[in-house]
């Protein structure tokens, strides 16, 4: 893995330094080998004066660097360095360039034009002589030059093009099939938030629902007035758990808006109340001006307190409890604190309600704390009123 990330380090290096110095020297490149032309070093010496050539070359040259972003001056002057000077740099690079870039009538439109530069040369060659005459006049010498100079850069071209969309072609599919594959996970999570919300109902609602039942039953037969009491409290417990688990399969099945709107802050005294009922010493003290907060720092504390009392009522039933609120200049401060419990029967928990209750007030940008204090046990959040806004 080491040496595949260097080797992929380098290419990318080596990229970007061709990127960058590949318009410089494919005109320092142009350049010379006109020249070299005009000198005979490379073809056919010009008997023209020595300025004529040296301002061919450096056109040439400029042209050549700036081709990416302006190719008519390199047409231009490889036509005119064709037949001046039958140089041929600055016509292999736009040969190139012409099979790289351009697409049907544009294309079809330089081969016609280089077809005319091919018979000016023709006919340059015939008005100059020799040696001008058997390099660009003789027909073996024009379909050789045609093919090699005109022909090969242009095919070259087109090979590169084709690459290129064929490569674009490659990772537009690769996108394509990733957002298929993304859309096809999330229908797999619908499904299974789906088939949970129908286990959730079939297991769930049903031994709830017999709860109830039972529970209705015992408060009609019953004889103590405290049983009889106890079976209400029952019942009506289990049918706002019936409410809720309603509530939650909506939002496990996505069937738009979620049944009726989740309770607030202003139901804290609606929960302490049911906890007094259900057997626990429960008080509650405010402290700092009350003050409107926003919903979703409202339904955060309601669900901090309700969390904290039900595992008061899990593990410390005996337990003195206090619920305090408190209103600070930028925030609410939630703490729920039971005192020592003289321990007997302690009903089952699952551990994650605290980790779900931390999830959901960190993402207010808030704090919570759940920590034994003094034998007892310390819940605290802290929702600032910027996470809510």
Known sequence: MASTAVAVQRYASVRLAVQRYASPLLATVVAAAVWA????????RSPLPGVVPLVLAVASGWAAG??????????????????????????????????????????????????????????????VGDPRRITTATPANVLLLAACLVGLPLVLGLWVRARRDTLAALRDRARRLEREREAH????????????????????????????????????????????????????TGRQALTDLREVLGVLRQEGPAGSPERGIEAVDELIAESRTAGLRVRRQDEGAPTAVPETLGRTAYRVVREALTNVRKHAADADTVVCLRYLPDGLEVVVRNGPSDGGSTLPGS???????????????????????????????????????
């Open 351 to 389: 551990g994650q309600g605290l980790l779900g209750l931390r999830e959901r007030v960190e993402l207010l940008g808030g704090r919570l704390e759940s920590t034994a204090v003094d034998g007892g046990f310390l819940v605290r959040a802290l929702l600032p009123l910027k996470g809510a806004a």
């Open 185 to 236: 996970a999330d229908r797999v999570r619908a499904e299974e938030r789906t088939r949970i919300a129908r286990e959730m109902h079939d297991v769930v609602a049903h031994r709830v629902s017999l709860m109830v039942v039972h529970a209705g039953a015992l408060e009609v037969t019953a004889a103590d007035p405290a049983t009889v009491e106890a079976a209400a409290l029952i019942r009506a």
């Open 37 to 44: 032309s005009a000198t005979g070093d490379i073809g056919v």
């Open 66 to 127: 700036v081709v990416r972003t302006r190719r008519w001056p390199l047409f231009l002057v490889a036509a005119v360095g064709w037949l001046v000077l039958a140089a041929a740099a600055a016509g292999v690079v736009a040969s190139y360039q012409a099979g790289l870039r351009m697409r049907g009538r544009r294309l079809a439109g330089y081969l016609a034009g280089v077809a005319v530069v091919l018979a000016g040369g023709v006919l340059v060659g015939l008005a």
